[in-house]
């Protein structure tokens, strides 16, 4: 059973999602989900789950001291691995060293097509008409690790961006339970930069 920690900012529906997949029988465990925003949805979600919670705030730190104070709250945790779930943070290189392998990210784009913000507008200008969601291994560029698991949806005409999050966020709460359930279960790994299944 590997313990897990995630990272949130807000409203915390792939955590949902993951706890939820958690209580029907999964290879891991939430041991703490942690928040640079006091009173973060996902925060709330977690303590009506019974997971234990931490908030550490950002504000005037550097962004390597806001890391290790991440990084030593999930180690005081023993956590093994560690999920982005809506964390609009971007991590140190160092933070990302340290957990490579072990440190995970939901987008809301076929990556790597759409790396970055404002991915449902800048899909509905290009006129795509396919869009979708990806789990990948965080690596220090952004958005730019290896991919582990991805699911699409239909792009409609006039879509809005709205729309189209809406249509995203549903399968990415079935897609990032997925994918960590691959890592939980050694069935994914990092190795030399590519994401080896098997
Ligand atoms: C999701 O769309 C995810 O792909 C992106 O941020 C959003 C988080 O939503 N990284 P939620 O906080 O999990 O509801």
Not at 15 to 29: H, K, M, N, V
Not at 50 to 59: D, E, R, V, W
Not at 96 to 122: C, F, M, Q
Request: hydrophobic content about 45%; overall charge negative.
């Amino acid at each position: 059973m590997k313990k897990v920690g995630v990272l949130v900012c807000c409203r915390g529906s792939n955590l949902g999602a993951l706890i939820a997949a958690q209580q029907s029988a999964a290879p891991y465990e939430i041991a703490l989900v942690l928040s640079n925003i006091e009173g973060a949805g996902g925060l709330a979600r977690a303590e009506a789950a019974g997971i234990a919670t931490q908030t550490i705030p950002h504000k005037g730190k550097s962004r390597e001291s806001f890391d290790a104070e991440l990084d030593a709250a999930l180690r005081a945790a023993n956590v093994d691995l560690v999920c982005l779930a809506g964390f609009m943070r971007i991590l140190s290189d160092g933070f990302a060293r340290a957990w490579e392998g072990k440190l995970i990210n939901i987008h809301p784009s076929l990556l790597p097509a759409y790396k970055g913000t404002r991915v449902h507008e800048r899909v509905i200008e290009a006129g795509e008409a396919q869009s979708g969601a990806s789990v990948h291994f965080v690596v220090p560029e952004l958005d730019a690790g290896p991919v582990i698991a991805q699911a699409s949806v239909p792009v409609h005409p006039g879509d809005t961006p709205e729309a189209l999050a809406a249509r995203v966020l549903e399968i990415e709460h079935t897609l990032y339970p997925a994918a960590l359930r691959l890592l939980a279960e050694g069935r994914v790994r990092l190795e030399n930069g590519l994401a080896v299944f098997g």
